[in-house]
């Protein structure tokens, strides 16, 4: 049984980590495209076609179920694969909706009308096309009604992880934060919008204070995945063999992510 994991690069590898812990028994193929990261300063075009590109390699390693773990990715192009292009037999799924579930106190497969819920304000820290898409407004509002979502584009992080300059990366969390509470001083939740953001999720907390609380994805993900493949065994697809796929140099790509996790990751060539 294999599940393919798209990411445009290392950050998706959060994901990978939760839901390989959490399925052991599942082989998870994944496939970081980081020729061509980041993503989030892409247009949707752009981002549709790499992402379609992707998804297809994955589905020849034999998953049938491909987990979008890129949001970049998720909000720029998910919704046009579903509609036009994924055939019957496959499925392509996303990371906004187990997040904005837990947001918005909902299980699994409750279509039920929007309702009130108990948060009122959040904050959503998200890769500039993330942000641009306002999917994350729009999978929130089919299902909660007065919440007030402010945006931070937080242009640089991403950058900062993948060249491995924590000081930085950490000075550009608070400069974002800060900006954000200047539109919205006392966010209840804030979502942690971008795969590579929880790597930062103390940062991110201590300069939001200790009265918000951060929802960041990769957990969230894996338990929901854990419920689909319950629901649905028929999308448990053919392949057999774990495995990392790069777009990028197998060797350096090898060598950031064991830098990333802190344990050892071998890539070979997508
Ligand atoms: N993985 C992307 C995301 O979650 C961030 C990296 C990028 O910009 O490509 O939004």
Same mark, same amino acid.
């Given at each position: 049984m294999a599940v393919g994991i798209f990411d445009s690069g290392l950050g998706g590898l959060t994901v990978h980590q939760a839901v390989a812990g959490a399925l052991p028994e599942v082989a998870f193929v994944y496939y970081g495209d980081n020729a061509h990261a980041p993503y989030g300063v892409r247009d949707a075009d752009d981002i549709y076609a790499l992402t379609c590109r992707g998804v297809e390699r994955l589905w020849d390693e034999g998953c049938d179920l491909v987990i979008l773990a890129c949001n970049t990715a998720s909000a720029a192009a998910l919704r046009r694969m579903q509609d /036009?292009?994924? *055939? /019957?037999?496959k499925r392509v799924l996303g990371v906004f909706v187990p997040l904005i579930e837990a947001l918005t106190e909902r299980h699994w497969g409750d279509n039920s009308p929007p309702r009130e819920v108990a948060v009122k304000h959040v904050a959503l820290f998200a890769t500039p096309a993330t942000v641009a898409s306002r999917a994350f407004q729009r999978e929130l509002a089919f299902r909660a009604i007065g919440v007030d979502v402010e945006a931070q584009p937080c242009g640089g992080v991403v950058d900062a992880i993948e060249a491995g300059d924590e000081i930085l990366a950490e000075a550009l969390v608070r400069s974002h934060v800060e900006a954000l509470k200047r539109r919205? *001083?006392? *966010?209840q939740a804030a979502v942690l919008g971008c795969t590579h953001y929880p790597l930062l999720a103390a940062v991110f907390q201590e300069a939001l204070g200790p009265g918000v609380r951060v929802y960041s994805q990769a957990d969230l993900v894996a338990e929901s995945l854990r419920d689909y493949l319950a629901r649905r065994p028929e999308f448990r697809g053919p392949g057999q063999v774990a495995k990392f796929l790069t777009t990028g140099d197998p060797a350096r790509v090898s060598s950031k992510a064991t830098q990333f996790l802190r344990r050892g990751i071998a890539f070979q060539a997508a």
């Amino acid at each position: 049984m294999a599940v393919g994991i798209f990411d445009s690069g290392l950050g998706g590898l959060t994901v990978h980590q939760a839901v390989a812990g959490a399925l052991p028994e599942v082989a998870f193929v994944y496939y970081g495209d980081n020729a061509h990261a980041p993503y989030g300063v892409r247009d949707a075009d752009d981002i549709y076609a790499l992402t379609c590109r992707g998804v297809e390699r994955l589905w020849d390693e034999g998953c049938d179920l491909v987990i979008l773990a890129c949001n970049t990715a998720s909000a720029a192009a998910l919704r046009r694969m579903q509609d /036009a292009w994924v *055939p /019957a037999d496959k499925r392509v799924l996303g990371v906004f909706v187990p997040l904005i579930e837990a947001l918005t106190e909902r299980h699994w497969g409750d279509n039920s009308p929007p309702r009130e819920v108990a948060v009122k304000h959040v904050a959503l820290f998200a890769t500039p096309a993330t942000v641009a898409s306002r999917a994350f407004q729009r999978e929130l509002a089919f299902r909660a009604i007065g919440v007030d979502v402010e945006a931070q584009p937080c242009g640089g992080v991403v950058d900062a992880i993948e060249a491995g300059d924590e000081i930085l990366a950490e000075a550009l969390v608070r400069s974002h934060v800060e900006a954000l509470k200047r539109r919205m *001083p006392h *966010p209840q939740a804030a979502v942690l919008g971008c795969t590579h953001y929880p790597l930062l999720a103390a940062v991110f907390q201590e300069a939001l204070g200790p009265g918000v609380r951060v929802y960041s994805q990769a957990d969230l993900v894996a338990e929901s995945l854990r419920d689909y493949l319950a629901r649905r065994p028929e999308f448990r697809g053919p392949g057999q063999v774990a495995k990392f796929l790069t777009t990028g140099d197998p060797a350096r790509v090898s060598s950031k992510a064991t830098q990333f996790l802190r344990r050892g990751i071998a890539f070979q060539a997508a």
